[in-house]
């Protein structure tokens, strides 16, 4: 397969658990299998708990950005309590993932949505009156609806349809798509928190980590630590996918190694030449690389962060700068042309990547290369021109040698990626 294969296909392969905490239940379970599995449930009887339970458990976001789950609940609580505010607050459960090479949202609401939905009413409840919503891919809402049509406590969710667009996710991009239609990222002006949905306080959570809360809230922190290592606590969902035995999603404990992650995935470790640590917005590892546990912590050393769990394997047949290539072209077709980085630097970007890979360029098209992916670091709205830079600069350095053979005009690679 290549690295821009087709999400459709992909998106349909199902989890594959190592450890079976959020798919205890089973594939696609009812909620009478839910409650059997995982015990009943009454979110107004955790929600004024909540707080503490999830700053002891230590839970980050598992959409990308890593923030303590605990904060983002706080800073919305702290925002619909002031006195200046009064009204409902919202939380949004994001499933829109947007990466095409990310698969464990859609395997989550597909195979365990009642999870997601305790996370929600839970963090819900800890706010007070609070607005509802499961955000996610037309695809992915058609298990959420069914679940929601199961329980009477459910009622009150708004399913919204998210765009099939790399950006869809992104958090302001979702509080816009529900207002306006318009699935564009906002500038961040104020914090979502203190004003997003309809200027209401709002918490946007990744469906994984409301299916997390949704264990916390049952379980406790304790339980939750029990799983994982002191600094990354409790299990996370991957994604692998690219050349490995088996693509498909895991569920890990925080903290594994990477290469034991590979392992698990069917990855022979020798035949690897690079590993895309946090999808299209991530880093390039080279084999030699993956000793690293798969956590903020020790990804850091690294100098990756696990994102939203995906991890995309090249074999040493690959060439590196050609998969590179056409990532970044895709993500400058994905982005919203609003703002001047990705009108005008993505394209550039990814023009001068593609006559790399092509070993069209001479030693300055390297420094160029470089120089554009500076240049659009941190200009503009969201993190879109960030997260492809990041990308950029890692193959230069994680694919020195096929910068050098290109810069004679070979390819050391047989196959093009
Ligand atoms: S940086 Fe790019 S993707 Fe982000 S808001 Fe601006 S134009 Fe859109």
């Not at 903290?255 to 690897?272: C, E, F, N, P, T």
């Not at 769990?309 to 970044?328: D, H, K, N, P, Y």
Request: charged share 20%; net charge neutral; with cysteine.
């Amino acid at each position: 397969m290549t690295i821009t294969d087709s999400p459709t296909t992909s998106r349909q392969k199902d989890a594959q658990v190592s450890l079976n905490r959020i798919f205890a239940a089973g594939a696609a379970a009812d909620y009478a299998t839910h409650l059997r599995v995982h015990g009943a449930f009454d979110p107004r009887a955790v929600a004024s708990g909540l707080l503490h339970e999830l700053e002891r458990s230590g839970l980050t976001g598992r959409g990308g950005a890593g923030f303590a789950a605990w904060r983002k609940l706080g800073a919305t609580e702290d925002a619909a309590n002031a006195r200046a505010f009064s009204g409902s607050a919202t939380v949004i459960a994001n499933g829109a993932e947007g990466e095409p090479r990310s698969w464990k949202d859609a395997v989550l609401l597909k195979n365990a949505p009642h999870l997601v939905i305790d996370g929600l009413l839970a963090a819900g409840a800890a706010l007070g009156r609070s607005r509802l919503y499961v955000y996610a891919s037309e695809g992915s809402l058609d298990s959420v609806r069914a679940a929601v049509a199961e329980r009477r406590d459910a009622r009150a969710i708004t399913l919204m349809a998210a765009p099939d667009t790399f950006i869809s996710g992104e958090a302001s991009a979702v509080v816009n798509s529900i207002e306006n239609d318009d699935a564009r990222p906002r500038d961040h002006v104020r914090r979502l928190s203190e004003s997003g949905l309809r200027k209401r306080p709002t918490l946007v959570h990744n469906v994984e980590t409301l299916a997390h809360i949704g264990l916390i809230a049952r379980h406790g922190a304790d339980w939750f630590r029990e799983a994982g290592a002191v600094r990354d606590p409790g299990t996370r969902l991957v994604t692998v996918s690219g050349d490995v035995g088996r693509e498909g999603v895991f569920e890990i404990a925080g903290g594994m190694r990477l290469s034991d992650i590979l392992a698990a995935a069917g990855v022979d470790r020798d035949r690897v030449s690079a590993v895309l640590v946090g999808g299209y917005h991530g880093t390039w590892l080279r084999s030699t690389q993956l000793d690293v546990p798969f956590s903020a912590s020790g990804l850091a050393s690294a100098g990756a962060q696990p994102g939203a769990g995906v991890l995309i394997v090249i074999g040493r047949q690959r060439c590196g700068l050609a998969s590179t290539a056409e990532i970044v072209e895709y993500l400058a077709a994905e982005s919203a042309r609003q703002c001047g980085p990705c009108m005008f630097g993505l394209p550039a970007l990814a023009e001068r990547m593609s006559a790399l890979a092509a070993g069209q360029v001479q030693r300055h098209g390297v420094a160029d290369v470089a120089r554009l992916a500076d240049s659009v670091t941190g200009r503009g709205a969201c993190h879109h021109p960030d997260g492809t830079a990041r990308l950029v600069q890692s193959a230069l350095v994680a694919f020195d040698d096929d910068v050098k053979a290109h810069l004679s005009g070979r390819c050391t690679r047989a196959a093009r990626a």
